[in-house]
């Protein structure tokens, strides 16, 4: 059954003053902000929950200076959730947590089908069931051209998004909790909006994505509207970052570690990505809806999924699923 979730419009051409204006006047979203941030924020580390946070603001005011993103996390902290402290936490929440344990499994691949062309399928996994009941839509208007971004309030990043005629991008984390972060490189989510909100094509995505640092590691899964307009980026701390592109049109999928390389754990990474491509690879479907059957088999549908989606790049057309 398909998930309808709320939409809004949003001008993030506007100032951050009053790009949100439809958002945070309405009661569900302000509602629903408040308990994720609220519930976020009571899952960290009780002692160092306050200084993690004032860190995530510093690191964003210095590596974001020429962007405003501070600035929305303030307006969704003044009108909507009351604290900036456990704003910046909720939408650093991957980075923090990446410190310690994966903040999130997930797995997206990227495939071409008869009659649609290019599909983007991803289900997203957190301990966190209320973005089950908490996500909405969002119809962006930015400098490259309108995007949708499948989110929940509170959240000025993206972790999966859609640029009719330009591209589609997703996040998945990346199960290494090893290294030093890096200070000045970027948050998975906020890159993901900058890349959508700047990004003409999906070659110019692509570069943009082999050359960010990441802060803490992650992967971003492209698709673009033709075919073997597939890669999969790992962007690491040093923005030298590896790249594993579509070839002769087969699906590229990602879950938790680089798709070439070796890697089994508890989160069983290995066995969902060669599902998801497996799958994709065998799909007939005709239609957008028809492709979820990419994503409805264990292990890539698990308990702990908490949004399913399947996208397509050339219309701009995003489905939901209920779970």
Request: charged share 20%.
């Given at each position: 059954?398909?998930?309808?979730?709320?939409?809004?419009?949003?001008?993030?051409?506007?100032?951050?003053?009053?790009?949100?204006?439809?958002?945070?006047?309405?009661?569900?979203?302000?509602?629903?902000?408040?308990?994720?941030?609220?519930?976020?924020?009571?899952?960290?580390?009780?002692?160092?929950?306050?200084?993690?946070?004032?860190?995530?603001?510093?690191?964003?005011?210095?590596?974001?200076?020429?962007?405003?993103?501070?600035?929305?996390?303030?307006?969704?902290?003044?009108?909507?959730?009351?604290?900036?402290?456990?704003?910046?936490?909720?939408?650093?929440?991957?980075?923090?947590?990446?410190?310690?344990?994966?903040?999130?499994?997930?797995?997206?691949?990227?495939?071409?089908?008869?009659?649609?062309?290019?599909?983007?399928?991803?289900?997203?996994?957190?301990?966190?069931?209320?973005?089950?009941?908490?996500?909405?839509?969002?119809?962006?208007?930015?400098?490259?051209?309108?995007?949708?971004?499948?989110?929940?309030?509170?959240?000025?990043?993206?972790?999966?998004?859609?640029?009719?005629g330009r591209f589609s991008i997703t996040v998945n984390s990346k199960e290494d909790g090893s290294g030093i972060p890096n200070a000045g490189g970027w948050s998975a989510a906020l890159l993901t909006r900058w890349i959508l909100e700047n990004c003409v094509s999906f070659d110019q995505a692509l570069r943009t994505a082999k050359k960010a640092p990441a802060f803490a590691p992650f992967f971003l899964t492209l698709v673009g509207t033709q075919p073997g307009q597939a890669a999969v980026v790992e962007v690491g701390r040093d923005g030298h970052n590896r790249v594993v592109r579509?070839?002769?049109?087969?699906?590229?999928?990602?879950?938790?570690?680089?798709?070439?390389?070796?890697?089994?754990?508890?989160?069983?990474?290995?066995?969902?990505?060669?599902?998801?491509?497996?799958?994709?690879?065998?799909?007939?479907?005709?239609?957008?809806?028809?492709?979820?059957?990419?994503?409805?088999?264990?292990?890539?549908?698990?308990?702990?999924?908490?949004?399913?989606?399947?996208?397509?790049?050339?219309?701009?057309?995003?489905?939901?699923?209920?779970?």
């Amino acid at each position: 059954m398909l998930l309808r979730p709320p939409q809004f419009d949003v001008d993030l051409r506007l100032p951050a003053s009053e790009r949100w204006d439809e958002l945070l006047t309405n009661k569900w979203v302000t509602k629903n902000a408040q308990s994720l941030a609220g519930t976020i924020w009571s899952q960290g580390p009780f002692a160092l929950r306050t200084l993690l946070a004032k860190v995530a603001t510093g690191l964003a005011t210095f590596t974001l200076s020429n962007n405003d993103y501070v600035e929305d996390m303030e307006e969704w902290a003044t009108y909507a959730i009351g604290s900036l402290d456990e704003t910046v936490f909720a939408n650093f929440a991957y980075e923090i947590y990446h410190l310690g344990t994966s903040a999130g499994l997930c797995t997206s691949v990227g495939f071409h089908t008869t009659g649609l062309g290019m599909v983007h399928a991803r289900n997203l996994d957190w301990s966190l069931p209320r973005m089950r009941t908490a996500t909405m839509l969002l119809n962006c208007k930015s400098a490259a051209g309108p995007f949708k971004a499948v989110t929940v309030p509170g959240m000025v990043g993206v972790l999966s998004g859609v640029a009719a005629g330009r591209f589609s991008i997703t996040v998945n984390s990346k199960e290494d909790g090893s290294g030093i972060p890096n200070a000045g490189g970027w948050s998975a989510a906020l890159l993901t909006r900058w890349i959508l909100e700047n990004c003409v094509s999906f070659d110019q995505a692509l570069r943009t994505a082999k050359k960010a640092p990441a802060f803490a590691p992650f992967f971003l899964t492209l698709v673009g509207t033709q075919p073997g307009q597939a890669a999969v980026v790992e962007v690491g701390r040093d923005g030298h970052n590896r790249v594993v592109r579509s070839k002769q049109n087969a699906p590229v999928a990602v879950a938790n570690h680089f798709p070439t390389d070796s890697y089994q754990d508890p989160s069983r990474s290995e066995d969902r990505q060669r599902m998801a491509e497996r799958r994709a690879r065998a799909s007939t479907a005709k239609t957008l809806r028809g492709c979820f059957w990419v994503l409805n088999e264990f292990p890539v549908m698990k308990s702990d999924t908490v949004q399913s989606m399947v996208m397509h790049p050339g219309s701009g057309d995003v489905l939901l699923q209920k779970l």
